[in-house]
């Protein structure tokens, strides 16, 4: 049987010291019908260059400028010919049958509109960087197990809110549906914002243990408190609540909110030291309000699932993650 073309689609801002990585862990892979697109946005490091001259095989999409995560791989998927389309950052190392495993588990569940896989620490393959993306009542996202030791508690797939944008692979049908990434969001949530809108869609995804990859973290960004992340993550935490939550749910939920949104403000201020970096990204999400209360009033016209399952898969993200959070301790403190 001919099997389907998967496009691997791949961000790039000044990541040269990555692309061999991932790109000769492409190469390696067990499944033959794919196509590689690196979305180069601006880089001056000698990127493009490096990728013309060592890797001919990889279609080449370049900006002039930094045009952030969301812009750059939409522009990469637009051009992609795969039935499958599958996003990797550039400072991950894909094992040889990742797009096989995945590939996999979609052709067998016509129900899933994508996939994760499990994301091991770059430096340490014992640790876990995360098996997907959480999501709390309060609109603040996590990842579910970061920083975990691998214990073998991931080791059996099971649906999820959905995939870390790092590493994930959709059908081309999900985003004919729903759109592709927010360009709005620049970067930063776009992946959970998109879970959102599939799981509203009546689109599940699923975690697929055997597909692991490593990935470095962090790589062209800088910390979880630098002022770029404090910023965007600020903004789009109530961009992704505005567009999401219909509004019984954002009723039923405005404790958690106010208290997940205070906690988080607390955390970039005391630890981080960014408070200007919160208030320029807030005021920046009230700029945006009625754009994002015009694609709210798309996505719940596009909305098949009924309240219940989006409150009970919400639910249940929250508590993952605080299990999860709470497993990190024990093993912090042991």
Known sequence: ??????????????????????LDSIRKQTYGSLETIIVDNGSRDGSVEFIKTNYPEVRLISFDHN????????????????????????????EPNWVEELVDALDRNPDLGSVG??????????????????????????????????QGLFDQPRYILGACGGAAMYRRELFDDIGLFDDDYFAYLEDVDLALRAQSAGYKCLYVPTA????????????????LVVKLSSQNNFNTIVKNIPMPLLLKFLPQIFYWQAFYFAVVTIRGGQIWSWIVGTCKAIYMLPKML?????????????????????????????????????????
């Open 67 to 94: 045009t952030g995560f969301s812009p750059a791989v939409n522009a990469g998927i637009r051009q992609a010919c795969g039935r499958y389309i599958s996003l990797l950052n550039n400072d991950t190392i894909i």
């Open 212 to 227: 692991r990859v490593y990935h470095l973290g962090c790589g062209t960004t800088g910390s979880g408190y630098s002022p």
């Open 117 to 150: 896989c499990k994301m091991l620490a770059y430096d340490d393959p014992k640790i876990l960087d995360g098996v997907g993306d959480g999501y709390r009542r309060g609109g603040l996202p996590g990842r579910i197990g970061h920083k975990e030791r691998d």
């Open 294 to 334: 015009e694609k709210r009033k798309a996505i719940n016209r596009r909305r098949t699932v009924s309240l219940d399952y989006l409150e009970g898969i919400i639910v249940e993200s929250e508590i993952e993650l605080a299990e999860a959070k709470k497993r990190l301790y024990a093993q912090v403190r042991s």
């Open 1 to 22: 049987m001919t099997q389907k073309l998967v496009s691997i689609v791949i961000p790039n801002w000044n990541g040269k010291h990555f692309l061999a990585g991932c």
